[in-house]
């Protein structure tokens, strides 16, 4: 079984330590890696690579930067195959999930690829014969600590932008999923100057080390609301610039004149897709009013799921046995409390709990809770897994206010056949990305993703236009060349 390499200056490089952790496959339990857990010592010969890189990458001109990117999109696309595989193996994805996975990471690429004109500056004449203009300089090295449940897309968030706008980076893979990022690395060294783009594999150490490491100039995170809020205190009192996104309690509003199926439908693809293991994904529906058929079309076509990696019906394993842990006790908690437990993922009879047994895998099926009050703490608490709690609100006032009282502030969507009403919920929801209609409202390019409240800390977006805010620093030159006729105090 072979242990990954560290990946600085374009060359695999061994950790400087011998501890190792494996890398599990999702399906079976069994180790199909190991990944070093890398010291501190590690940490600083990559950022050293990318600081020695950063000055060079930075002074060429952005089209230059992205015509590098454009073709390090075209080389990552020929290995989307390859990049899928990787994806299914160590994380456990459907490939049709894997697919989306590499397509979203490609499209922020591509988007990035066009920096030329997104980053373009501004030039005026702001009196007589005195020109103010405005460009963009780089950070130095950005560093990027990403999660496990988008081996692909997560760090894509961050590394297409911020090479564009001339910084150089140090990746640390999640040490969950790290062969997608390590595979990436080495198919990007035939494309990029040394140093530009390098990884270094570990846990919580290395973390640590790239934020308190003097040379990084930036972080971007991705994780769980507590880490993420503990990673924005502790680089900000290092004085870096730093996005910590944290995670989600997203809510469904189904009113009474939604369409049914495609309701029900867009529910259950909502909160099942990739195993429910996304800041984006479902996990309260309040239904307003009573609507018994579209509960009961949302078990049934939850029922139908069933464990694989393939066709329209497959749905994945959860990432590990701490997962598969989580998720049981929160159902179990829930029912405790004294909810309904309309489908039980969890419950011996199910194909996934055959499936477990048969494999030793993390298989975990669909559950549904319908809850009596909307105290329960399954309708507040992030769970990240397949698990959607229902909540029955007299009416519309009731589902908003509930919304809006989350802590977190990802995403919320309103199923409904009625304009008005789409754009009385949009404009009171509290999260930042909305749906109408949309169970997973994930912004496009150009515009960023990001949530609010107990969702993002920090300023910012990671992706879109707000990413190039975040990635560079505005610079305003005002120069002046002849003594003006019409002289003021600027003159």
Known sequence: MSTLCNFVDNQAVPASTNDTLDVTSPHTGQAIAQVPLSSSDDVDTAVAAAAKAWPAWAALTVNTRSAKLMALHGLLAEHTGELVELIVSEHGKTRAEALGDVGKGLETLAYAAGAGALGAGQATYVSGGVLCRMDRAALGVVASIVPFNFPFMVPFWTLPLALAMGNTCVVKPSEKVPLTMARVAELAA???????????????????????????????????????????????????????????????????????????????????????????????????????????????????????????????????????????????????????????????????????????????????????????????????????????????????????????????????????????????????????????????????????????FGSSDITGDAAIEFFSTRRKITTKWSVPADQTWMS
């Open 190 to 456: 035939s494309l990029l100057p040394p140093g530009v783009l390098n990884l270094v594999h570990g846990g919580g150490a290395v973390a640590q080390a790239l934020i308190d490491h003097p040379n990084v100039a930036a972080v971007t995170f991705v994780g769980s609301s507590p880490v993420a809020e503990a990673v924005h205190a502790r680089a900000t009192a290092r004085g870096k610039r730093v996005l910590a996104l944290g995670g989600a309690k997203n809510h469904l509003v189904a009113l009474p004149d939604c369409d049914l199926e495609m309701t029900a439908r867009d529910i259950v693809a909502s909160f099942a897709g990739c195993a429910g293991q996304r800041c984006m994904a479902a996990s309260a529906l309040l239904v307003v009013g009573e609507q018994p058929a579209l509960i009961a079309r949302v078990v049934e076509l939850a029922r139908a799921l069933v464990p694989g990696s393939d066709g329209p019906l497959a749905m994945g394993p959860v990432i590990d046995a701490a997962a598969v842990t989580r998720i049981e006790a929160a159902v179990r908690g829930a029912a405790e409390s004294g909810a309904e437990v309309l489908l039980d993922g969890h419950a011996p009879t199910t194909a996934f709990a055959a499936r477990q047994a048969e494999s030793g895998g993390f298989w975990v099926g669909p559950s549904v809770i319908l809850h009596r009050s909307s105290k329960d703490s399954a309708l507040h608490e992030e769970i990240f897994g397949p698990v959607l709690s229902v909540l029955h609100c007299a009416d519309a006032q009731e589902a908003l206010a509930i919304e809006n009282a989350s802590a977190f502030g990802n995403a919320a969507c309103v199923y409904t056949a009625s304009g008005a009403a789409a754009e009385f919920f949009a404009q009171r929801f509290a999260a930042a990305m909305i749906g109408v209609n949309v169970g997973v409202p994930v912004p496009r390019e150009p515009f960023s993703f990001g949530g609010c409240k107990r969702s993002r």
